[in-house]
């Protein structure tokens, strides 16, 4: 749905990654920045802080939401306190352009411990981020002049939020420095054409600071000291959920007196609409018959409607297009079920509401389901907070079992959700209100990454050949919903510089085959032609062959002592591997490393070597059935995957021929 529609209906939306670097707005009716003292240019540490290598000195947020656009800002006064800690003077501003946002007004100096200055003259650049597992976003970056230790770097900036829109809005306290003291305030909208207002809750504040409070000239502020560096780790919680934050939440006040009745009020809201949306049943009894026939079985007739729908176009994987394109479109907007159909498009919501419709018109029993998804955070419905319903699906009863369905997200496969819309709680809805129900938990056979290999070994210890990655289930839909507006050559590196993290080696990975990008229900399948110089090392008279071909996900996965977070996986999941080697004429084998089948009941490592006829065959598993596990079950996790690695790690004893041998 486009921003503008929102706009005529003041929809809610959450942009709580925004937060990573802190809110931003125009300083109206903000309090002046207090000038540096003496002290904190001649300061070397923190006590509170003991090691750190820089400290935030100070920081302010403001945001106006009063006017026809939002505005939000932040400043940052930053202490260098250690040769390592200059690297915060690389400056990165993540936004979402494609949401109507942009970063204005940056500003930044550099002040050395005399007092002197040198302000930022340059221009920021604007670059797309990649991170971790696919995730991008556009960043204004930019690096501040002359920053030694000792130094103290400042920095702020605007964010210009859309028109006609209200955000909900975070004060993240937590950073990764520990921030000495920090000031927040928020002008709420208000308005008397609409009974919208503004409520908050906090989570985890700083021993000692009082929450926000509402003023006499309707300004919420607060103030905190003495922030802890926030600790990041790899497989962690959302950041959002474990830090010091304020969520504030525009809402429609339904005067609810507790949790279950203001769910139940808004369950019925939501019912409404979307029975409004979907009453054309005549329409939708003509549109099953020419998908269905009445032979098929109750999964087939469901697979069917499922797959039709994802046939349609879904305006919201597109890229929106501009007043002048949607006019030059002329694209008329869906007002039910009926014109989804006709019109043979809509955005997601719109098809999983299609999909329900078809779902009942073929006599099957299904209800749509609200839910937040936990990307950003954990939902929990005693908050009574509606706008973190972000999200819908629809579930269907088979069989008398309950199957939930997405249509409406693009290249999901029938019987799965998006990751972050499993083992959430959701309301089903219905006349009187609705239900909580907790959407399936996917299990690790769903999402598979299989990878098969035939190399051949040379004299020189060199292996090369063919190798190939399937990716399945949500694998795979993880890399089409990313890559879908990508072209050829950049879906080509990306699909090799995945082959090459999987190896732990230096090699050479060329794409040789045009994998599916549109599909839902075929593997993601990546063909390539594979050299690894010196993979098989020699010693004395035998060569040494390692088992771990596709082991290096797992080299530096829970190998520190110590940890803070719980453990924390998107999804379960598997890993399979089956490498075919043939060795050169007159090689042979002398020892292979025994067996390993680690069943932990949640994660499982199995690995098999075994001699052929001039070969080697190798088959490694890797299965993971969690979500997510407390801290204390850490050691336990972290003496598994060091057995993963211990095996990882064997090798196969091999004897060359005569000829090698005497070279």
């Given at each position: 749905?486009?921003?503008?529609?929102?706009?005529?209906?003041?929809?809610?939306?959450?942009?709580?990654?925004?937060?990573?670097?802190?809110?931003?707005?125009?300083?109206?009716?903000?309090?002046?920045?207090?000038?540096?003292?003496?002290?904190?240019?001649?300061?070397?540490?923190?006590?509170?802080?003991?090691?750190?290598?820089?400290?935030?000195?100070?920081?302010?947020?403001?945001?106006?939401?009063?006017?026809?656009?939002?505005?939000?800002?932040?400043?940052?006064?930053?202490?260098?306190?250690?040769?390592?800690?200059?690297?915060?003077?690389?400056?990165?501003?993540?936004?979402?352009?494609?949401?109507?946002?942009?970063?204005?007004?940056?500003?930044?100096?550099?002040?050395?411990?005399?007092?002197?200055?040198?302000?930022?003259?340059?221009?920021?650049?604007?670059?797309?981020?990649?991170?971790?597992?696919?995730?991008?976003?556009?960043?204004?970056?930019?690096?501040?002049?002359?920053?030694?230790?000792?130094?103290?770097?400042?920095?702020?900036?605007?964010?210009?939020?859309?028109?006609?829109?209200?955000?909900?809005?975070?004060?993240?306290?937590?950073?990764?420095?520990?921030?000495?003291?920090?000031?927040?305030?928020?002008?709420?909208?208000?308005?008397?054409?609409?009974?919208?207002?503004?409520?908050?809750?906090?989570?985890?504040?700083?021993?000692?600071?009082?929450?926000?409070?509402?003023?006499?000239?309707?300004?919420?502020?607060?103030?905190?000291?003495?922030?802890?560096?926030?600790?990041?780790?790899?497989?962690?919680?959302?950041?959002?959920?474990?830090?010091?934050?304020?969520?504030?939440?525009?809402?429609?006040?339904?005067?609810?007196?507790?949790?279950?009745?203001?769910?139940?009020?808004?369950?019925?809201?939501?019912?409404?609409?979307?029975?409004?949306?979907?009453?054309?049943?005549?329409?939708?009894?003509?549109?099953?018959?020419?998908?269905?026939?009445?032979?098929?079985?109750?999964?087939?007739?469901?697979?069917?409607?499922?797959?039709?729908?994802?046939?349609?176009?879904?305006?919201?994987?597109?890229?929106?297009?501009?007043?002048?394109?949607?006019?030059?479109?002329?694209?008329?907007?869906?007002?039910?079920?009926?014109?989804?159909?006709?019109?043979?498009?809509?955005?997601?919501?719109?098809?999983?509401?299609?999909?329900?419709?078809?779902?009942?018109?073929?006599?099957?029993?299904?209800?749509?389901?609200?839910?937040?998804?936990?990307?950003?955070?954990?939902?929990?419905?005693?908050?009574?907070?509606?706008?973190?319903?972000?999200?819908?699906?629809?579930?269907?009863?088979?069989?008398?079992?309950?199957?939930?369905?997405?249509?409406?997200?693009?290249?999901?496969?029938?019987?799965?959700?998006?990751?972050?819309?499993?083992?959430?709680?959701?309301?089903?809805?219905?006349?009187?209100?609705?239900?909580?129900?907790?959407?399936?938990?996917?299990?690790?056979?769903?999402?598979?990454?299989?990878?098969?290999?035939?190399?051949?070994?040379?004299?020189?210890?060199?292996?090369?050949?063919?190798?190939?990655?399937?990716?399945?289930g949500l694998e795979a839909l993880r890399w089409r919903v990313e890559e879908r507006h990508e072209d050829e050559a950049d879906r080509k590196k990306v699909l090799e510089d995945l082959a090459k993290e999987y190896i732990p080696a230096t090699c050479e990975v060329e794409l040789t085959n045009k994998p599916d990008w549109a599909s839902s229900s075929v593997p993601l399948v990546a063909e390539f032609k594979l050299k690894i110089p010196g993979w098989v090392a020699g010693a004395g008279r035998r060569a040494m062959l390692p088992v771990g071909l596709f082991s290096a996900s797992e080299k530096q996965v829970f190998v520190q002592e110590q940890r803070v977070h719980p453990i924390y996986f998107e999804f379960p999941s598997q890993k399979e591997?089956?490498?075919?080697?043939?060795?050169?004429?007159?090689?042979?084998?002398?020892?292979?490393?025994?067996?390993?089948?680690?069943?932990?009941?949640?994660?499982?490592?199995?690995?098999?070597?075994?001699?052929?006829?001039?070969?080697?065959?190798?088959?490694?598993?890797?299965?993971?059935?969690?979500?997510?596990?407390?801290?204390?079950?850490?050691?336990?996790?972290?003496?598994?995957?060091?057995?993963?690695?211990?095996?990882?790690?064997?090798?196969?004893?091999?004897?060359?021929?005569?000829?090698?041998?005497?070279?």
């Amino acid at each position: 749905m486009s921003l503008r529609r929102l706009a005529l209906s003041l929809w809610l939306t959450v942009l709580s990654f925004l937060t990573v670097v802190g809110c931003f707005s125009v300083r109206l009716n903000a309090e002046a920045i207090p000038p540096i003292t003496p002290a904190e240019l001649s300061m070397t540490d923190e006590p509170l802080a003991p090691g750190a290598p820089a400290i935030i000195l100070y920081r302010q947020v403001d945001r106006d939401d009063t006017g026809l656009t939002g505005h939000e800002s932040d400043f940052f006064r930053v202490k260098i306190l250690k040769e390592e800690g200059r690297k915060h003077a690389n400056i990165e501003i993540p936004f979402y352009r494609e949401f109507g946002i942009n970063v204005v007004n940056i500003k930044a100096r550099t002040v050395h411990s005399d007092g002197s200055s040198v302000n930022f003259e340059g221009k920021p650049f604007e670059k797309a981020i990649v991170k971790a597992k696919g995730l991008k976003y556009m960043a204004k970056t930019f690096t501040l002049p002359d920053v030694q230790v000792g130094s103290i770097i400042e920095y702020s900036y605007t964010i210009d939020l859309p028109e006609y829109s209200l955000l909900n809005s975070q004060w993240i306290l937590s950073d990764e420095l520990f921030t000495k003291h920090a000031k927040f305030s928020l002008k709420p909208y208000t308005s008397n054409y609409s009974n919208l207002h503004v409520g908050w809750r906090w989570n985890l504040l700083p021993a000692g600071t009082t929450p926000p409070k509402d003023g006499p000239d309707q300004v919420i502020r607060m103030e905190a000291n003495n922030i802890a560096a926030f600790q990041t780790e790899d497989f962690m919680p959302p950041p959002d959920e474990l830090k010091s934050r304020v969520d504030f939440t525009y809402t429609e006040d339904f005067d609810s007196k507790n949790a279950a009745e203001f769910w139940k009020k808004r369950g019925k809201k939501l019912n409404g609409e979307v029975e409004s949306f979907i009453g054309k049943p005549k329409a939708m009894e003509q549109a099953v018959a020419q998908i269905v026939s009445p032979s098929d079985a109750p999964i087939t007739k469901l697979e069917k409607i499922y797959a039709r729908v994802q046939q349609l176009r879904n305006t919201s994987y597109e890229i929106e297009k501009t007043e002048k394109e949607q006019k030059r479109a002329k694209e008329k907007e869906n007002s039910n079920v009926e014109d989804v159909w006709k019109h043979a498009y809509g955005n997601g919501r719109e098809l999983n509401w299609l999909f329900l419709a078809l779902a009942r018109a073929a006599g099957f029993e299904a209800n749509s389901v609200f839910l937040s998804d936990r990307r950003h955070y954990f939902f929990d419905p005693a908050m009574m907070d509606a706008n973190k319903l972000n999200a819908d699906v629809v579930v269907v009863k088979v069989d008398g079992k309950d199957i939930f369905c997405d249509p409406g997200a693009a290249f999901t496969p029938f019987g799965l959700l998006e990751w972050p819309e499993t083992a959430v709680p959701g309301l089903r809805l219905g006349k009187d209100g609705g239900s909580w129900i907790q959407t399936a938990t996917p299990r690790s056979a769903d999402s598979r990454i299989v990878r098969k290999a035939d190399l051949t070994l040379s004299e020189t210890g060199d292996i090369e050949g063919k190798v190939s990655i399937a990716l399945t289930g949500l694998e795979a839909l993880r890399w089409r919903v990313e890559e879908r507006h990508e072209d050829e050559a950049d879906r080509k590196k990306v699909l090799e510089d995945l082959a090459k993290e999987y190896i732990p080696a230096t090699c050479e990975v060329e794409l040789t085959n045009k994998p599916d990008w549109a599909s839902s229900s075929v593997p993601l399948v990546a063909e390539f032609k594979l050299k690894i110089p010196g993979w098989v090392a020699g010693a004395g008279r035998r060569a040494m062959l390692p088992v771990g071909l596709f082991s290096a996900s797992e080299k530096q996965v829970f190998v520190q002592e110590q940890r803070v977070h719980p453990i924390y996986f998107e999804f379960p999941s598997q890993k399979e591997d089956d490498v075919t080697l043939t060795l050169p004429s007159g090689w042979t084998v002398s020892s292979v490393p025994k067996p390993q089948n680690q069943d932990a009941k949640a994660a499982l490592y199995s690995l098999q070597v075994e001699e052929g006829k001039g070969t080697v065959h190798l088959a490694r598993k890797l299965n993971f059935d969690l979500l997510i596990l407390d801290v204390k079950f850490y050691p336990a996790l972290r003496n598994f995957f060091q057995i993963v690695r211990t095996g990882d790690e064997e090798q196969v004893v091999l004897q060359p021929g005569k000829a090698s041998a005497s070279n």
